[in-house]
């Protein structure tokens, strides 16, 4: 069950305001790692609030938040607005994550990952095949939304305005885990059998909350359309959906933060290492296997466990 | 078409031994598959490709019980076994490019393959025929082994419910370790094998996990004749996919694994037990 306790409030309050310091005092680059930690961090909440507290562990998200990115370019380039564009980019991603969810409620674990693996490749391949899409080129000259009074193609109000967002979506994600029906999603996780004795349908309440985790990896879609002003199949591929889950578990799975602090420590290891080495990715495995061998809580559960001590 | 069943046979194998027999999910079996060929390579340059073909699979099976003793071993569920297999992807990936670089490597085929020999009227490169022959027999192997030896029975037994199997003498752990360490030089062969027709690069290890895992699984995890069957299927479905519908053959072979995970999961139950 989802506690917001003060820790995981202040930890998260805090990763937000360091970035928001980072991408004031910073330069350019700053700004840009700031609006990417905050993309990848609201589409690692979306996986989070599915494996996380639903146990629905899934190698689609990459290819759901690419629908969405999609979706926004689609509408943005036949000229609709930013803002309606973004609409028709999360309902897309919205109505995709609500048709693989429905299929796939009924398969747990290890069978549930590889049908979203399936249906995230196939979207993949659709997408990377379809001439009109760009096909394996992506589309480019995506518009940035126009924000009142500044301009969000300054890096500086794109990286604050995808802070803004990411606040957005983590509330929304404590909202939606508080609520009744989050009560009852995390139910059907931790007992389906007793869950189901009190009259709830385990395989609509899963779909139902894999439609949500949707919606908010369509924002995270959005945003990264907005940012890149360019989407590819790149996005959709299923290693993409597998990166987001090694930062999710690096981060700490089913504690909503760990989304934030793995997201920020994950791209800064990135461009840091980036800057000296080809073979970061070493360091990324060797710690994948260490979280997984401490108990799998990650860095949030670090935090967390040295304050219960 | 039976050479690429074939060769998909070979590939997945090896999984279909560690993830289906002991429901072990080991993201980690195409980088076992590209070390194979890499180590086969290398091999190859030395001693020349028949001592390669022998040896990979050797190397690769040690290095793959070395790997389930140290580490895979101590893993319990499905999701750590997905998560630690998956960080092993990214360590082997990255050990390779810093060992043999980024360039792909090929490999030579020996000579008394390289020509094509006449059979049932056609004439038919003579490494795709090797490819085939060896695909039957590890094919055949495999089930003698698992269907028809007591080896296999005590390892159905410890599948199936480990306590009972120890209380009656079978020790699990060791068995454990074979089968794991089988699949892995599996994996190795099929890297040896399928290094003169595809060359080594470093986007093998995740390019022959996705048919491997859709092979097990279409088959039916836990039997040889499944994973038989289910080359043979997304073989077909790749093959005549991509001349008949090329838009859509990549699709298809999604929709195959989706379909057979959603309408067929009685072909999984063998390890949902203990998963």
Partial sequence: MFRLTTIRAATAALVLIALAAWSVHGDYLAREITAEIAILAILVLALDLVAGFGGMVSLAHGAIMGVGAYGYALANLAGLPPWPAALVGIVASTATGGVIGAISARLTGVFFLMVTLAFGQMIWALTFRADALGGDNGLGGIARPALPFVDSNDPLVFALYALLMLLACLLLCVAVLRSPFGHRFQAVHDNPARAAALGFAPERIRAQGFAISSMLAGVAGVLAAQHMQFVSPELMVWTASGEVLVVLILGGIGSVTGAMVGAAGYLLLKHWAAGWTDHWHLAVGLLLIAVVLAGGRGLSGLLERRRDA | ?275
């Fill in chain 2, 1 to 275: 078409m039976l050479q690429h069943a074939a060769l998909l046979l070979l590939i997945s194998s090896g999984l279909s031994v560690s993830f289906g027999l002991m429901g072990f999910v080991n993201l980690a079996h195409g980088a076992l598959y590209m070390l194979g060929a890499y180590i086969g390579i290398a091999v190859a340059a030395k001693a020349g490709f028949w001592a390669a073909l022998l040896i990979a699979p050797l190397v690769v099976g040690a290095l793959g019980a070395a790997l389930y003793l140290g580490l895979l071993c101590r893993l319990r569920g499905p999701m750590p076994q997905v998560l630690a297999s998956f960080g092993l992807v990214f360590i082997t990936v990255e050990l390779v490019r810093i060992l043999w670089g980024d360039v792909a490597l090929t490999l030579e085929r020996p000579a008394i393959l390289a020509g094509s020999r006449h059979v049932l009227g056609v004439d038919y490169p003579a490494y795709r025929l090797f490819i085939i022959l060896l695909g039957l027999a590890v094919a055949v192997g495999l089930w003698r082994t698992v269907h028809r030896s007591s080896l296999g029975a005590m390892l159905r037994a410890a599948v199936e419910n480990p306590a009972m199997a120890r209380a009656i003498g079978i020790r699990t752990g060791s068995l454990f370790l074979a089968t794991f360490a089988l699949g892995a030089a599996l994996a190795g062969l099929g890297g040896v094998v399928a290094a003169p027709i595809l060359s080594a690069n470093t986007g093998m290890a995740i390019s022959a996990l996705i048919p491997a895992l859709i092979v097990t699984v279409i088959g039916g995890m836990g039997s040889v004749s499944g994973t038989i069957l289910g080359a043979l299927i997304v073989a077909a479905i790749e093959v005549f996919g991509a001349a008949l519908w090329p838009d859509a053959s990549a699709v298809l072979i999604y929709a195959a694994l989706a379909a057979a995970l959603i309408w067929r999961p009685q072909g999984l139950l063998a390890v949902k037990g203990h998963g």
